[in-house]
C-alpha cells in the first residue's frame, strides 16, 4: 500500500525565512509525485510533478526535489501570499489513483 | 484550461436524506475522483472511474455510492446521510494518470 507522510504539519515562517517542507513516502513504482498548493475554502491547485530521483522543479520562490525515499519542497523568501496548505501525492504501478499526504499548513507572518 | 464544476458549494441535509453530488468536467478526461477531506486526516479516496459506467472503490467506499453515465459527469450519491459524513469533498479529474489531476472547488456538506 502506497504511504504519504508530510512533515512538519504547521510551518510558521517570518516574511523572507526560507525553509523546507518534506514528503517522505513509500510506493511500488514510482510514477510521478505531485504538490499542490491548496487554499482556505478551495481545491487543490497542481504545482509539480517529478517523476524520478534527481529531478528538480522550480516556480517563482518554489523548488521542488525528488529522491528515492522523499521530496521536499522548498520556499526561498516567502511572503505572506504564499501561505496555505501544501499536499503531496504520489502514483505507483498500475494504481489509476493518486495517495495523499495529510498537508503541511504554511503561515508567513509580514 | 480544464474546468471541474462542482453543483454545490454548501449543502445542509438532515440524517436520513438522500444526497446527491453531481461533478462535470470539460476535457474528456477518463478518470474522475472523488474524495473527502476532513482535519487532521487529509484527502481520502471515496470512489474513483476510468471510464463511462466504471466504477472502482476507494479508501473509504463505506456510505456511498457514484453514478457515471456519461464520460463528463460523475455524481456522487448518499443513501442515507448521517453526521459522520458531514465533510468537503472535492471531485477531480485525471487524462492519463501521470499528469496533473484537476480540482473542483469543493461542496461543503453539513449533515444534521
Known amino acids: 500500500e502506497d504511504q504519504v507522510t508530510q512533515s512538519p504539519e504547521a510551518l510558521r515562517l517570518q516574511e523572507g525565512e526560507s525553509s523546507s517542507l518534506n514528503c517522505s513516502y513509500t510506493?511500488?513504482?514510482?510514477?510521478?509525485l505531485f504538490w499542490y498548493r491548496q487554499d482556505p475554502g478551495k481545491g487543490p491547485e497542481f504545482l509539480f510533478t517529478?517523476?524520478?530521483a534527481g529531478e528538480e522543479k522550480e516556480k517563482e520562490r518554489l523548488k521542488a526535489t525528488l529522491t528515492k525515499k522523499e521530496s521536499f519542497l522548498h520556499i526561498t523568501a516567502p511572503k505572506p501570499e504564499d501561505s496555505a496548505t501544501y499536499l503531496c501525492a504520489v502514483s505507483g504501478g498500475a494504481n489509476s489513483k493518486l495517495t495523499f499526504g495529510k498537508g503541511i499548513t504554511l503561515s508567513v507572518r509580514p | 484550461d480544464v474546468k471541474v464544476t462542482q453543483s454545490s458549494r454548501y449543502l445542509v441535509k438532515r440524517t436520513g436524506e438522500k444526497v446527491f453530488l453531481e461533478c462535470v468536467q470539460d476535457?474528456?478526461?477518463?478518470?474522475m475522483f472523488w474524495y473527502r477531506q476532513d482535519p487532521g486526516l487529509g484527502l481520502r479516496l471515496i470512489y474513483f472511474?476510468?471510464?463511462?459506467?466504471?466504477?472502482e472503490k476507494g479508501d473509504i467506499p463505506e456510505g456511498y455510492s457514484v453514478s457515471r453515465e456519461k464520460k463528463e459527469r460523475f455524481s456522487l450519491i448518499l443513501e442515507s446521510a448521517s453526521t459522520n459524513q458531514t465533510s468537503m469533498y472535492l471531485c477531480a479529474t485525471w487524462d492519463r494518470g501521470d499528469g496533473e489531476l484537476f480540482f473542483g472547488e469543493g461542496s461543503r456538506l453539513t449533515v444534521l
Open positions: 472511474s476510468y471510464d463511462v459506467k466504471m466504477k
Open positions: 510506493v511500488s513504482g514510482l510514477r510521478g
Open positions: 476535457m474528456d478526461h477518463e478518470n
Open positions: 517529478l517523476y524520478s
